[in-house]
């Protein structure tokens, strides 16, 4: 079609009469105003990122950030030859980041920048099997943790570890020191604590745990290292329970995961995998690239990726400051704490964690008081219907009978906010009680059917 005889109105062009291409390799091509309009449209049937209180990730960016990532898109961190100054950004948040966790040594700080916690996880993971090994481990390698993020099973299975998972037991729903011991063998890698832990957003006791290891190193002379899960806890406790001792003070932890792009206020695709020393890190796992112009260490899973992740995560760490996440971190927590008073003024609902910042990061999670006529997933429905998605789900396992709710508070979330979702439950509350949908909570189990309830199988999938 010539340009003078090209509609004037976007809507009446070619394109967008007929329905988007969906099978197959499409064999038109389009002008980029309609392609844009089409994908664009498609995109207005997700939710809202803001108002989803499931995900632990950044949803809000101030200007300065989105700027920075644009003009970084075409940036690949792994290539260091050609973007020297790219490479030194992440040198030094890694440095910083060691620091950030009282690493004995700062200045020898070990570590890189990951694609998000998962890939960090599995590379501390694979230290320790790799340390393990050169020890003279044979056999099948296993760790020990609690209730873990789908991560550490997936670790598991493409890494060939056993995987030894301590089930919940009495009214403690996060890992028992005093239950490690029993666990733990001469094949056991490394035990996994999880630092705000992902079905209710509560620390688990590392430096309990490490003197577990101590007194069973001790009895029985096993040196098990620890592996620290702080994929969002890492970058809370340091600014808000400062006291609270969980990471390389702790001369068990070898090696610690985070999400930059969670706590840490980075855009998403942002991670951070640390060693306690370059000791604690095998040799085996670096390699030495020399074919994108200059010789270069790696090792991460990922190769290629963008470098604009790492740009910003150091842009928000020089702009805050300790002083600066302290601020912004501290008025996330006053936010969960008024969700979490809201919540326990209907009567309805038994806290689990209230967002206290030495008991868990900033989530607020409960379940439901018995002798109500609805279930969590029915309470999870109705708010979706209001654009709020927040998780409804089983606890793991020996207490899966037992569903809980989660909301995950985030930078970006406010007061007025949560005046906003409390109002909306009220609503949803009233109308459950009008209109009961009569599904008990055994026959909910651990399916659903919306969104923001958990299928089992398929649980917390992370970055």
């Known amino acids: 079609m010539s340009d003078e005889n090209r509609p004037d109105d976007l809507f009446a062009m070619r394109g967008l009469r007929r329905g988007a291409p969906h099978e197959g390799f499409p064999h038109r091509e389009l002008p980029g105003e309609v392609a844009y309009e089409i994908v664009h449209d498609e995109l207005l049937l997700d939710g809202v990122s803001r108002m989803n209180l499931a995900t632990f990730c950044t949803t809000w960016a101030d200007d300065y950030a989105r700027r920075l990532m644009a003009e970084s898109m075409d940036k690949n961190i792994v290539d260091k030859d050609e973007y020297p100054q790219t490479a030194e950004l992440e040198r030094r948040c890694v440095r910083m980041v060691a620091d950030l966790w009282h690493s004995p040594d700062a200045a020898a700080y070990v570590g890189t920048s990951t694609i998000g916690s998962s890939e960090a996880a599995m590379l501390g993971g694979l230290a320790a099997k790799f340390r ?105 406790a340091p600014f808000c329970a400062p006291d609270l001792v969980w990471d390389f003070r702790l001369p068990r932890v070898k090696s610690i995961n985070a999400s930059g792009h969670k706590t840490g206020l980075a855009p998403l695709g942002a991670g951070w995998a640390i060693w306690r020393e370059r000791a604690d890190l095998p040799d085996e796992l670096v390699f030495d690239v020399d074919y994108l112009g200059g010789s270069m260490a790696t090792f991460n899973l990922n190769f290629s990726r963008p470098g604009g992740q790492a740009i910003t995560q150091y842009y928000d760490f020089i702009r805050l400051g300790r002083q600066g996440y302290g601020r912004v971190q501290g008025a996330i927590y006053e936010v969960a704490r008024h969700l979490a008073e809201g919540l326990s003024k209907t009567g309805l609902f038994e806290m689990i964690h209230d967002g206290d910042p030495r008991r868990g990061i900033t989530a607020v999670s409960w379940r439901l008081r018995s002798g109500q006529d609805f279930n969590l997933y029915d309470l999870s429905d109705r708010l979706r219907s209001r654009g709020w998605l927040i998780a409804a789900y089983p606890l793991p396992a020996d207490r899966q009978d037992e569903t809980i709710m989660r909301a995950v508070l985030r930078h970006g979330f406010t007061h007025d906010m949560v005046d906003l979702l409390l109002a909306d439950l009220d609503r949803c509350l009233t109308l459950l009680r009008k209109h009961p949908l009569g599904l008990s909570r055994a026959e909910a189990g651990g399916f659903t059917h919306n969104a923001t309830a958990v299928v089992p199988g398929n649980q917390f999938a992370r970055r």
């Open 132 to 236: 393990w090994r050169a020890r003279g481990g044979t056999g099948v390698p296993n760790f020990v943790c609690g209730a873990v993020q789908v991560c550490w099973e997936k670790f598991a299975r493409y890494f060939d570890v056993e995987m030894r998972r301590i089930p919940l037991r009495g009214d403690q729903l996060t890992m028992r020191p005093a239950d490690i011991a029993r666990y733990c063998d001469e094949n056991t890698i490394m035990v996994v604590p999880t630092f705000g832990q992902t079905y209710t957003g509560l620390f688990e006791d590392v430096a309990g745990i490490s003197r577990a290891l101590d007194d069973l190193q001790a009895a029985k002379g096993l040196d098990i290292p620890i592996h620290v899960d702080a994929a969002s806890g890492g970058f809370l």
